[in-house]
């Protein structure tokens, strides 16, 4: 049988910098909510006391560059226009 999807996360991958933080901004403004998943493991106090301060270039670029925006299995049609409506606004103004 098919389980079926969860429906957890839609995640938005920004390849300039700032521009991830700019439209997590935007989408507060209108009342969005928005997430920033996952944060590195090597930066949780209970990995950094016990292999120290490390950092990983590729884990640091992609948790910087995601955004989660809303998602979830009651999401209706005008909640799903009202984020994309957003979204479409800020990628107008993006240069």
């Known amino acids: ?12 991958r920004f390849h300039v910098t700032g521009l991830r933080d700019e439209a997590h901004l ?18 949780h106090p209970y990995y950094e006391q016990r292999f120290g301060k490390i950092r990983l270039p590729g884990a640091e670029s992609f948790y910087e560059s995601c955004l989660s925006i809303p998602l979830f299995p ?6 799903q226009d009202r984020v994309v ?8 103004k993006v240069p």
């Not at 049988?1 to 938005?12: C, E, F, I």
């Not at 009651?74 to 909640?79: A, C, Q, V, Y």
């Not at 409506?85 to 107008?92: K, P, Y």
């Open 26 to 43: 935007l989408l507060k403004e209108r009342g969005i909510h928005t997430q920033i998943h996952y944060v590195p493991v090597y930066r």
């Open 85 to 92: 409506e957003a979204l479409e606004d800020f990628a107008v």
């Open 1 to 12: 049988t098919d389980p079926g999807h969860a429906w957890h996360l839609y995640v938005l």
């Open 74 to 79: 009651k999401m209706n049609d005008s909640e």
